[in-house]
Protein backbone atom coordinates (compact mmCIF):
# COMPACT_ATOMS: atom_id res chain seq x y z
CA UNK A 1 0.00 0.00 0.00
CA UNK A 2 2.99 2.58 0.55
CA UNK A 3 4.62 1.40 -2.28
CA UNK A 4 1.13 2.29 -4.10
CA UNK A 5 1.03 5.23 -2.14
CA UNK A 6 4.52 6.82 -3.01
CA UNK A 7 3.61 6.10 -6.71
CA UNK A 8 0.74 8.09 -7.31
CA UNK A 9 2.66 10.81 -4.81
CA UNK A 10 5.18 10.91 -7.35
CA UNK A 11 2.85 10.96 -10.28
CA UNK A 12 0.93 13.99 -8.88
CA UNK A 13 4.70 15.87 -8.17
CA UNK A 14 5.36 15.36 -11.91
CA UNK A 15 2.39 16.54 -13.34
CA UNK A 16 2.27 19.66 -10.66
CA UNK A 17 5.69 20.08 -12.12
CA UNK A 18 4.70 19.92 -15.48
CA UNK A 19 1.79 22.15 -15.10
CA UNK A 20 3.84 24.94 -13.62
CA UNK A 21 6.56 24.91 -15.92
CA UNK A 22 3.86 25.35 -18.89
CA UNK A 23 2.96 27.87 -16.72
CA UNK A 24 6.15 30.00 -16.50
CA UNK A 25 6.52 29.23 -20.16
CA UNK A 26 3.17 31.21 -20.86
CA UNK A 27 4.23 33.77 -18.85
CA UNK A 28 7.25 34.29 -20.95
CA UNK A 29 5.41 34.26 -23.84
CA UNK A 30 2.82 37.11 -22.81
CA UNK A 31 6.10 39.34 -21.57
CA UNK A 32 7.68 39.02 -24.98
CA UNK A 33 4.45 39.94 -26.80
CA UNK A 34 4.31 42.88 -24.35
CA UNK A 35 5.13 46.08 -25.98
CA UNK A 36 6.85 48.63 -24.70
CA UNK A 37 5.12 52.19 -23.28
CA UNK A 38 5.63 55.07 -25.50
CA UNK A 39 7.21 58.28 -24.16
CA UNK A 40 3.88 59.62 -25.16
CA UNK A 41 1.61 57.74 -22.83
CA UNK A 42 4.16 57.92 -19.92
CA UNK A 43 4.32 60.78 -16.92
CA UNK A 44 6.79 63.72 -17.56
CA UNK A 45 7.94 62.64 -14.70
CA UNK A 46 9.48 59.55 -15.48
CA UNK A 47 10.79 60.46 -18.70
CA UNK A 48 14.12 62.64 -19.32
CA UNK A 49 14.23 66.06 -18.17
CA UNK A 50 14.79 67.10 -21.67
CA UNK A 51 13.04 69.38 -24.11
CA UNK A 52 12.75 66.60 -26.75
CA UNK A 53 10.54 64.47 -23.82
CA UNK A 54 9.00 67.28 -21.54
CA UNK A 55 7.58 69.21 -24.91
CA UNK A 56 4.32 67.35 -24.92
CA UNK A 57 3.88 67.70 -28.91
CA UNK A 58 7.83 66.24 -29.29
CA UNK A 59 7.61 63.29 -27.24
CA UNK A 60 4.86 62.23 -29.34
CA UNK A 61 7.72 61.73 -32.21
CA UNK A 62 10.19 59.92 -29.80
CA UNK A 63 10.66 56.25 -30.23
CA UNK A 64 11.73 55.52 -26.50
CA UNK A 65 14.05 57.23 -23.75
CA UNK A 66 16.92 55.11 -24.90
CA UNK A 67 19.60 57.55 -25.85
CA UNK A 68 20.83 56.22 -28.90
CA UNK A 69 24.42 58.37 -29.15
CA UNK A 70 25.30 61.15 -26.44
CA UNK A 71 22.41 63.85 -26.56
CA UNK A 72 20.57 61.99 -29.46
CA UNK A 73 17.16 60.01 -29.24
CA UNK A 74 15.53 58.54 -31.81
CA UNK A 75 12.69 60.44 -33.98
CA UNK A 76 9.51 58.39 -35.86
CA UNK A 77 7.86 59.81 -38.31
CA UNK A 78 4.18 59.91 -37.77
CA UNK A 79 2.96 58.40 -40.84
CA UNK A 80 6.00 55.73 -39.47
CA UNK A 81 7.62 56.34 -42.98
CA UNK A 82 11.35 57.19 -41.35
CA UNK A 83 13.53 57.13 -38.54
CA UNK A 84 16.24 59.84 -37.56
CA UNK A 85 18.42 60.87 -34.76
CA UNK A 86 17.10 63.75 -32.47
CA UNK A 87 18.97 66.14 -30.21
CA UNK A 88 17.66 66.41 -26.66
CA UNK A 89 17.03 69.95 -26.85
CA UNK A 90 14.92 69.72 -29.94
CA UNK A 91 11.76 71.34 -30.13
CA UNK A 92 8.73 70.27 -33.06
CA UNK A 93 7.27 73.50 -33.96
CA UNK A 94 3.98 73.21 -34.76
CA UNK A 95 3.58 76.06 -37.59
CA UNK A 96 6.71 74.96 -39.96
CA UNK A 97 4.83 71.07 -39.71
CA UNK A 98 2.31 69.07 -41.75
CA UNK A 99 0.73 65.92 -42.70
CA UNK A 100 -0.63 65.53 -46.23
CA UNK A 101 -2.95 62.40 -46.70
CA UNK A 102 -0.44 59.42 -46.09
CA UNK A 103 1.94 60.32 -48.65
CA UNK A 104 3.58 63.46 -47.36
CA UNK A 105 4.96 64.83 -43.62
CA UNK A 106 6.77 67.57 -42.91
CA UNK A 107 8.34 68.08 -39.32
CA UNK A 108 9.66 71.12 -38.43
CA UNK A 109 12.08 71.84 -35.14
CA UNK A 110 14.25 74.03 -33.53
CA UNK A 111 17.12 73.62 -30.25
CA UNK A 112 19.12 76.29 -28.95
CA UNK A 113 22.50 75.51 -26.51
CA UNK A 114 22.60 78.55 -23.80
CA UNK A 115 26.32 77.22 -23.55
CA UNK A 116 27.38 78.03 -27.05
CA UNK A 117 24.58 80.89 -27.51
CA UNK A 118 24.02 78.76 -31.16
CA UNK A 119 20.46 78.53 -32.55
CA UNK A 120 19.46 75.16 -34.41
CA UNK A 121 16.45 75.18 -36.77
CA UNK A 122 15.67 71.90 -39.03
CA UNK A 123 12.98 71.07 -40.93
CA UNK A 124 12.47 67.32 -42.98
CA UNK A 125 10.04 66.11 -45.18
CA UNK A 126 9.14 62.76 -46.49
CA UNK A 127 7.58 61.73 -49.60
CA UNK A 128 6.11 58.39 -50.32
CA UNK A 129 4.66 57.04 -53.91
CA UNK A 130 5.32 60.42 -56.02
CA UNK A 131 7.17 59.94 -58.96
CA UNK A 132 9.18 62.97 -58.45
CA UNK A 133 10.70 61.79 -55.20
CA UNK A 134 12.75 59.23 -57.85
CA UNK A 135 14.18 61.69 -59.72
CA UNK A 136 17.04 63.15 -57.63
CA UNK A 137 17.08 66.15 -60.16
CA UNK A 138 13.96 66.73 -60.19
CA UNK A 139 13.83 66.99 -56.38
CA UNK A 140 17.66 68.80 -56.02
CA UNK A 141 15.85 71.34 -58.30
CA UNK A 142 13.21 71.77 -55.98
CA UNK A 143 15.82 71.81 -52.80
CA UNK A 144 17.74 74.35 -54.52
CA UNK A 145 14.41 77.05 -55.68
CA UNK A 146 13.99 76.96 -51.51
CA UNK A 147 17.25 78.01 -50.23
CA UNK A 148 18.00 80.53 -52.88
CA UNK A 149 20.81 78.14 -54.47
CA UNK A 150 22.75 77.87 -57.81
CA UNK A 151 25.37 75.56 -56.82
CA UNK A 152 25.99 71.76 -57.02
CA UNK A 153 25.51 69.04 -55.00
CA UNK A 154 27.62 66.57 -53.38
CA UNK A 155 26.49 62.71 -53.76
CA UNK A 156 27.63 60.14 -51.24
CA UNK A 157 25.68 56.25 -51.20
CA UNK A 158 25.17 54.25 -47.98
CA UNK A 159 23.77 50.88 -47.98
CA UNK A 160 20.17 51.90 -48.70
CA UNK A 161 20.47 55.55 -49.33
CA UNK A 162 21.85 57.91 -51.73
CA UNK A 163 22.63 61.19 -50.07
CA UNK A 164 22.55 64.74 -51.93
CA UNK A 165 24.18 67.48 -49.80
CA UNK A 166 25.24 71.43 -50.19
CA UNK A 167 26.20 74.13 -48.30
CA UNK A 168 26.42 77.86 -48.03
CA UNK A 169 27.06 80.96 -45.58
CA UNK A 170 25.17 83.31 -45.69
CA UNK A 171 25.68 86.78 -44.57
CA UNK A 172 23.28 89.56 -43.32
CA UNK A 173 25.22 92.95 -44.10
CA UNK A 174 21.84 94.54 -43.59
CA UNK A 175 22.15 93.63 -40.00
CA UNK A 176 24.56 95.60 -37.75
CA UNK A 177 25.51 92.76 -35.16
CA UNK A 178 28.37 91.08 -34.53
CA UNK A 179 27.09 87.89 -35.38
CA UNK A 180 25.56 88.34 -38.63
CA UNK A 181 26.10 84.96 -40.40
CA UNK A 182 25.11 81.47 -40.73
CA UNK A 183 25.14 78.19 -41.68
CA UNK A 184 23.42 75.94 -43.90
CA UNK A 185 23.24 72.67 -45.31
CA UNK A 186 20.55 71.09 -47.43
CA UNK A 187 19.60 68.34 -49.99
CA UNK A 188 17.78 65.00 -50.25
CA UNK A 189 17.94 61.44 -49.18
CA UNK A 190 16.62 58.89 -51.49
CA UNK A 191 15.39 55.20 -50.92
CA UNK A 192 17.72 52.91 -52.98
CA UNK A 193 15.52 50.10 -51.26
CA UNK A 194 11.99 51.25 -52.89
CA UNK A 195 11.00 53.63 -55.84
CA UNK A 196 9.48 56.98 -55.41
CA UNK A 197 10.80 57.33 -51.46
CA UNK A 198 12.95 59.91 -49.97
CA UNK A 199 13.12 63.06 -47.70
CA UNK A 200 14.55 66.71 -48.53
CA UNK A 201 16.00 68.42 -45.72
CA UNK A 202 17.11 71.63 -44.71
CA UNK A 203 19.36 72.52 -41.52
CA UNK A 204 20.21 76.41 -40.29
CA UNK A 205 22.99 76.98 -37.25
CA UNK A 206 23.32 80.65 -36.45
CA UNK A 207 23.60 82.87 -33.15
CA UNK A 208 20.96 83.47 -31.23
CA UNK A 209 21.62 86.78 -29.25
CA UNK A 210 23.72 89.51 -29.92
CA UNK A 211 24.58 90.65 -26.53
CA UNK A 212 26.69 86.87 -25.83
CA UNK A 213 29.32 85.76 -27.06
CA UNK A 214 29.06 82.98 -29.70
CA UNK A 215 30.64 79.97 -30.63
CA UNK A 216 29.53 78.89 -33.81
CA UNK A 217 32.09 76.59 -35.39
CA UNK A 218 31.58 75.78 -39.30
CA UNK A 219 33.36 72.03 -38.46
CA UNK A 220 30.97 71.49 -35.48
CA UNK A 221 28.24 72.58 -37.39
CA UNK A 222 29.09 70.03 -40.20
CA UNK A 223 29.49 67.33 -37.82
CA UNK A 224 25.88 68.02 -36.29
CA UNK A 225 24.32 67.82 -39.60
CA UNK A 226 25.87 65.01 -41.22
CA UNK A 227 24.79 62.77 -37.66
CA UNK A 228 21.29 63.96 -38.61
CA UNK A 229 21.27 63.20 -42.54
CA UNK A 230 23.23 59.91 -42.12
CA UNK A 231 20.89 58.57 -39.42
CA UNK A 232 17.73 58.79 -41.72
CA UNK A 233 16.43 54.98 -42.22
CA UNK A 234 13.20 54.60 -44.31
CA UNK A 235 11.22 52.02 -42.41
CA UNK A 236 10.11 49.96 -45.56
CA UNK A 237 6.27 47.97 -44.89
CA UNK A 238 7.63 44.42 -46.51
CA UNK A 239 4.13 43.38 -46.91
CA UNK A 240 3.38 46.10 -49.50
CA UNK A 241 5.61 44.83 -51.53
Do not use: W
Not at 151 to 158: A, L, N, Q, T, W
Request: with cysteine; charged share 35%; aromatic share 12%.
Amino acid sequence: MKKIIFICFSLLLALTGGCSMNDNDKNSTNDNKTEAVKPKDMDPKDLPQVPAFQDEKTREYMVSTKEEEPGYYLLESKLKGFRMLFPEDGKYLSRRSSLTGKNKESIGFNSYDKDTNVMFDGHVTYYKEESFANEPKTMLDIVSGKNDYKGEYKKSSKKKTDIYTAKKKDIFDDIDRKYNYSYSYFGYVKSTEEDNLGVEYAFTLGCKNENQPCSLDEEKAKNKVEKLINSITFLIDKKEK
